[in-house]
């Protein structure tokens, strides 16, 4: 592979070279030291995996530009990987890339039934089941549409269930996605550079070129000779990473719950409900994620609040007034979506297989191989577990402070913006009723013809308010 990608035109090889990391496995080790925001190495267009060279590909091109329906960007790139593992002679140096790779995954897909049992009651274990299941219906219709149509191109014995898999994780766990100017989206395998592990503790440090098309990585902080390069992956909770990566983090910052919110059809006035949340930037069905950070996002209760909306309020929240939904619309509405919260984070919180404490003793007592997959599961189950503990201590507080009255603070309005929702750690506050809080002048400016009527009211209530 070195010599292709010098060939090539990849720049920075000099400096680098792989080597074997005890945390980590496999990465780059650099050779020279290099300060932050240098440009450490350069991969050319040319040598990059990208729908585009798939579909110009001259032999797999025309095949894989016939099919019907057209194929994702993922299988695009799965299929390429594996046309060019079988092939027997030509793409000498994509095939020099494809033997680099490693042959076996620890995405949670591969994991034996006890192992994945471990995190059951997270977002991770039900995803995978659904994967397992998806994976193998994806595989059947791609041989259908694509693989049986073209056998000299595709010898089934290597387009098997095990091949697909193996490609898939190669993507999801390599890949690299970039937003182009316009909006377009590009996802890239780029030889060599897909050899740098993740590491929380640099900056976001890989770009594309999109005039060149060339892929660099920058110094994402300063290195000394023999250090391990790194390149942020993204904030990534464990779920997610243990589903396409392979690894976890212990007590990972980014962890969070996928909390799906779902109203039937057929629930009492579900039309006028539905314009409402579409209106507050919501759907019927909507997943919000509950962070360590936010546990209890503004968005979950803006859309309970509409799904328990009685005929008679509904009439006083129309689509244009659906920043109402932003505080609470009554005290009885609000009492009951708290509740409901507080017992559902506890139902969800009794469903998980292992609870926190015990898991953590598990962890302490080394029950779990560390590094080892069911260590893993179970880091992302206390992950899942410690937001939702969090999310639920929230509903409570929220729920005992509108009970007894003294919810000036209901529902985050002060700690949250209540224009954008965002929550820095300044706030300026309304400066007339002082019972909403923005995040600049810009957004108290937009939020002010739709607070202007709350604000009268709640200035009176309080008595700060004038006669403006
Ligand atoms: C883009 S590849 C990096 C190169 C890879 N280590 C290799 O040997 O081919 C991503 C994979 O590296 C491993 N990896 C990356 N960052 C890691 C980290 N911080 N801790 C543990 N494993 C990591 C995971 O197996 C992940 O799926």
Redesign the pocket.
């Known amino acids: 592979m070195d010599s292709w990608l010098r060939q090539s035109g990849a720049v920075g090889l000099n400096s680098l070279e792989l080597a074997d990391f005890p945390?980590?496995?496999?990465?780059v080790k650099t050779l020279k030291p290099f300060k932050d925001g240098e440009t450490i190495l350069t991969i050319p267009s040319s040598i990059l995996w990208t729908v585009e060279h798939a579909h110009a590909d001259p032999l797999l091109g025309p095949a894989l530009r016939a099919a019907q329906p057209p194929l994702s960007v993922e299988d695009t790139l799965a299929i390429y990987l594996l046309f060019v593992r079988a092939r027997e002679s030509g793409y000498e140096g994509l095939r020099s890339h494809v033997a680099a790779?490693?042959e076996s995954?620890?995405s949670s897909i591969y994991f034996e039934e006890d192992e994945l049992e471990v995190c059951a009651g997270t977002s991770l274990y039900t995803i995978t089941k659904q994967l397992e299941q998806s994976i193998e219906e994806d595989h059947r219709a791609l041989v259908v549409r694509l693989l049986a149509l073209n056998p000299d191109l595709f010898p089934l014995d290597k387009f098997t269930l095990e091949d697909y898999k193996w490609a898939l994780c190669t993507v999801w766990?390599?890949a690299m996605d970039f937003v182009l100017p316009g909006g377009k989206s590009i996802r890239l395998l780029a030889p060599f550079a897909?050899?740098?592990?993740?590491?929380p503790d640099v900056k976001p440090c890989h770009v594309y070129d999109p005039s060149s098309g060339n892929l660099s990585v920058l110094a994402g902080k300063d290195y000394e000779a023999g250090d391990q390069v790194?390149i942020y992956?993204g904030s990534i909770p464990n779920s997610r990473l243990l589903r396409l990566?392979?690894?976890v983090?212990p007590d990972n910052p980014n962890d969070s719950y996928d909390l799906v919110l779902s109203t039937h059809p057929s629930a009492p006035l579900f039309k006028q409900k539905q314009k409402l949340w579409t209106s507050a930037g919501l759907d019927s069905t909507t997943t919000i994620p509950l962070t360590l950070t936010d546990p209890l996002p503004r968005n979950v209760l803006r859309y309970l609040r509409i799904q328990r909306l009685d005929e008679s309020n509904l009439n006083t929240i129309t689509p244009q007034r659906s920043g109402a939904t932003n505080q609470k619309i009554s005290k009885s509405n609000e009492i009951e979506i708290l509740q409901f919260l507080a017992e559902s984070f506890s139902y969800l919180l009794d469903s998980f297989g292992t609870q926190l404490e015990k898991l953590k003793q598990q962890l302490t007592e080394g029950v779990y191989p560390p590094g080892g997959n069911a260590w893993a599961a179970a880091h992302v189950s206390l992950g899942e577990q410690r937001v939702l503990r969090l999310a639920r201590k929230r509903a409570e507080e929220l729920l005992s402070a509108v009970e007894s009255g003294s919810d000036n603070d209901v529902a985050g309005s002060l700690s949250q913006c209540a224009n954008c929702g965002t929550a820095p750690a300044q706030l300026m506050l309304c400066g007339r009723c002082k019972s909403v809080a923005y995040c600049g002048r810009t957004c108290q400016v937009a939020h002010f013809k739709e607070h202007k009527g709350i604000c009268r009211v709640a200035a009176s209530k309080s008595g700060s308010g004038g006669t403006k």
């Not at 945390?23 to 990465?27: E, K």
């Not at 897909?194 to 590491?199: I, K, Q, R």
């Open positions: 945390l980590t496995g496999r990465g790779l490693p995954y620890s766990s390599r897909d050899m740098l592990n993740h590491s790194s992956y990566y392979g690894f983090l």
